[in-house]
């Protein structure tokens, strides 16, 4: 391994929204905190080295995307997905979340209907509600060994006339998996039938553990490229969700023109001058920092789930096929979700996300953000071990 993740830069006393916001999520300041969707892992060599040298230049004005920064992304989207994308097919956004509130803007109206499948990251469903849309809940299912599945015909029993959109996570946090071809392929049947645009959240798609392989839903078939709008970007995958960039691709030229509407009249303009020689260099260096990473992950997951397995009437881990989030299954606890919280910040001293953040369909549940370094995880491992040790004695 060329990389070392066995420590990482202190994020204490920095700006960090994970550690900044401990005492008002937690209620102290004295929690690990293991909540927002980002790495305590330093950001590669190989972003930041970009940025300086972007600094040499001691003017930073305006600056459109280069077409050089969409290149590097669409060549790895080809390369390590196998979709192809267009330049022209391409736009900036500064946020996913923002992407898809422009989707909901632009494919639909007052009163319509937005299919989201739950539990699923937060804003799915705040940014359907914000817009005054109907949630058109499809909740995933659950089966006996901790595997989350599509519900298709629960899908097919609710669309109407008024469904315009579906909000696809995929790969799907919290629950890790990476969508299968013939899932995906279920999935554009029917929205193919009612005329459904599909909004595919891709920015978890780098991280995905072998055997999985992550199926970009606009490269099932052309018919899914024609209805498909795909975010997708750098932040999860080498940890710079600072930089704020990430992009959309919308081949179908009518989906386009109609997005773009909705998205000018808001003005997204194009970012920063630093955050595009970051986001280019991430795509032509990030192979070998990608692979290790994954590697580096994956043990922290094993390791946690080892330690669940101590506890198998306390705590389970839902298998992961994807992403650095742990989706803990706490329903025997039979804890109300105060108590869980209060559990996991008073005993064990972490800060998790509540899976009801995530949906009554998360209630129960917990995640936990294992991105960390082999030191912290140690020290996180050691803390979660003494507190369900207690419990089980109480
Ligand atoms: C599925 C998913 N989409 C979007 C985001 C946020 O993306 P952005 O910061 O680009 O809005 C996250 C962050 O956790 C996420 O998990």
Not at 164 to 190: A, Q, T
Not at 278 to 287: H, I, L, M, V
């Amino acid at each position: 391994m060329s990389y070392d993740f066995s420590t990482s830069a202190a994020r204490e006393n920095t700006n960090a929204e994970k550690y900044t916001l401990r005492e008002k999520l937690f209620g102290t300041e004295d929690v690990e905190p293991l909540w927002v969707a980002d790495m305590d892992i330093d950001t590669p060599d190989f972003v930041i080295d970009a940025v300086k040298k972007r600094l040499e230049h001691p003017i930073v004005g305006y600056e459109e995307v280069p077409a050089s920064a969409f290149l590097a992304q669409i060549e790895w989207m080809k390369m390590v997905h196998g979709v192809e994308f267009e330049l022209e097919d391409m736009l900036f956004s500064h946020s996913v979340v923002a992407s898809m509130n422009t989707a909901i803007d632009a494919f639909s109206e007052i009163g319509d209907k937005v299919i989201v499948q739950t539990p699923v990251y937060p804003p799915f469903f705040h940014s359907v509600m914000e817009h005054n849309r109907e949630i058109l809940k499809n909740p995933l299912k659950l089966d006996d060994n901790g595997i989350y599945s599509f519900d298709i015909e629960d899908l097919k029993s609710k669309i109407d006339e008024k469904t315009k959109l579906l909000l696809l996570c995929s790969p799907h946090n919290p629950v890790g998996r990476v969508w299968k071809k013939e899932e995906l392929e279920k999935i554009l049947e029917v929205c193919l039938k009612h005329n459904i645009v599909v909004f595919s959240d891709e920015i978890h798609s780098d991280l995905v553990y072998e055997p999985n392989i992550h199926i970009p839903f606009a490269s099932l078939c052309k018919q899914a490229r024609e209805i498909s709008v795909t975010a997708i970007g750098v932040g999860k995958t080498f940890n710079m969700a600072g930089f704020a960039m990430s992009s959309v691709a919308i081949p179908n030229k009518e989906l386009h023109a109609k997005f773009l509407k909705s998205y000018n009249r808001i003005h997204f303009a194009q970012g920063n001058a630093l955050s595009h020689v970051a986001f280019e260099s991430a795509y032509k260096n990030g192979d070998a920092w990608l692979k290790e990473i994954k590697i580096h992950l994956l043990k922290n997951y094993i390791m946690l789930k080892e330690l669940c397995e101590k506890f198998p009437s306390i705590i389970k881990i839902t298998p992961i096929e994807a992403t650095y989030l742990a989706w803990l299954d706490c329903r025997d606890m039979k804890l109300d979700g105060k108590g869980l919280r209060d559990f996991f910040i008073h005993k064990a001293g972490l800060g998790l996300s509540a899976g009801l953040n995530f949906g009554r369909e998360g209630s129960g549940f917990m995640r936990l953000n294992f991105a960390v370094s082999s030191t912290k995880m140690s020290l996180i491992l050691e803390k979660l071990e003494k507190a369900l040790q207690e419990y089980k004695n109480s």
